[in-house]
């Protein structure tokens, strides 16, 4: 467990330099000396009471837990008379280690249709949408007005023949 682990960690012993030494208060723990001496801390928490299995005894290394069969808890039944029936569990019953992935509140996993199925749908649209795009640009009429023409071209009203061209939008600079 880790709050023996941590009881039982040898502080790390640095090197401390005259010039880089703590004030007497930071260097002082908050308890006292006997509290804090490894033969206190063996006789509070004995190492007997962890269990030590080898890896032939504990193949997954999660300390002898059994885990549930891996199953989702969105694909067990809703109308049973569940314990807790948000999570579908009953009082007392194990969680498995990976109950975050597992349990109701993950991403749903949807079992309704097939990948095939579901990739011939998107097909299906694509090419539905591709097709009444091109029927629209088939039927679509044309420009229903066309460009007026004057006699003489209006040389006379943009200014004669010597006169500069109005630049069109897109056109470069002269």
């Known amino acids: 467990m880790l709050s023996r682990r941590i009881a039982r960690a040898s502080p ?3 090197p401390v330099l ?8 930071q260097q ?31 193949p997954n290394m999660n300390g002898g837990y059994v885990n549930p069969p891996r199953i989702k808890r969105q694909f067990r ?13 009953n009082y007392g019953e194990p969680v498995h280690e990976d109950h975050d992935i597992l349990g109701m509140f993950s991403p749903y996993e949807y079992t309704w ?29 044309d420009q229903p007005a066309y460009p007026r023409e004057y ?9 004669g023949a010597g ?3 109005a630049r069109i939008a897109g056109d470069p600079d002269p």
């Not at 001496?37 to 006789?43: A, D, F, L, T, V």
């Not at 809703?78 to 948000?86: E, L, S, T, Y």
């Not at 006699?151 to 200014?159: A, D, I, K, S």
Request: proline fraction near 9%; glycine fraction near 8%; hydrophobic fraction near 35%.
């Open 163 to 165: 006169a500069p061209r």
């Open 18 to 25: 005259p010039a880089a030494r703590l004030p007497i208060v």
């Open 113 to 141: 249709i097939t990948p095939g199925k579901g990739l011939m749908q998107i097909g299906a649209f694509i090419v539905t949408l591709f097709g009444v795009l091109y029927i629209v640009k088939v039927t679509y009429p």
């Open 12 to 14: 790390l012993r640095l």
């Open 151 to 159: 006699e003489g071209g209006l040389e006379r009203e943009l200014g």
């Open 77 to 89: 039944d809703p109308h049973a008379d569940w314990w807790d029936k948000q999570e579908r569990r």
């Open 28 to 58: 002082r723990g908050y308890l006292p000396k006997k509290m804090r001496s490894i033969e206190e801390i063996q006789k509070r928490y004995p190492e007997s009471d962890y269990p030590s299995l080898t890896a032939e005894e504990d």
